[in-house]
Structures are given as C-alpha cells and as structure tokens.
Nanobody, 115 residues
C-alpha cells in the first residue's frame, strides 16, 4: 500500500503561482513514475504532468511552459509548481503513481483560480 497526501492547494488570482506537494509513504526512489492529474467538475480526469525517477518530465499541452513537476527523493515528495495560473486551471489536483501493479491516488487538493 502507498499513501499519497497532497497539500498546497488554495485560492489564487489569475496570473498567480502556487506549489503543490505530494508526500508518499514509501520511498519514491522505488517508484519510477509520479504523476499529477486534475479534475474539474463534470470533466474527465486529466493527466497534467509526469516525472520519472531519472527526472524526465512530460506535460499536458495546456500547462506546458507554466507548470513544472519535480521530485525530491530524499523527502519522498513530488511537487507541482504552477505559475501564470488561469481560471481554467481550477480543479481538484491529484497525485498518482503505480506500485506493484496497483494504482494509488491521493485525496486531492482543491485549486481555485479567480479571474
């Protein structure tokens, strides 16, 4: 079992910045890929960003150039630095990983971007 706990969500004005954190209960050194997803009401859950153990990253086109995913293996934590936030970024953001054939999700953290 892997527990993932997100934090850092909140209310921010458009153009502002926010950093989300995801703390894992196991060493992320043992986990190849960590992901951030988001889901707005009525929408499908969307993959926002991915980072591998080597540090390779991928981003959804909608956030490319504005969001940065990073990981600190020593702290067992993955981050999502969000800048130039837009109202359409409003969603619940979830940390996700696969471990021993199972998917694990955090409880989600709400990000609300006001106009």
């Amino acid at each position: 079992q892997v527990q993932l706990v997100e934090s850092g969500g909140g209310l921010v004005q458009a153009g502002g910045s926010l950093r989300l954190s995801c703390a894992a209960s196991v060493s992320i050194f043992s986990i190849n890929t960590m992901n951030w997803y988001r889901q707005a009401p009525g929408n499908q859950r969307e993959l926002v960003a991915t980072i591998t153990s080597r540090g390779s990253t991928n981003y959804a086109d909608s956030v490319k150039g504005r969001f940065t995913i990073s990981r600190d293996n020593a702290k067992n934590t993955v981050y999502l630095q969000m800048s130039s936030l837009k109202p359409e970024d409003t969603a619940v953001y979830y940390c996700n990983t696969g471990y021993w054939g199972n998917d694990y999700w955090g409880q989600g953290t709400q990000v609300t971007v006001s106009s």
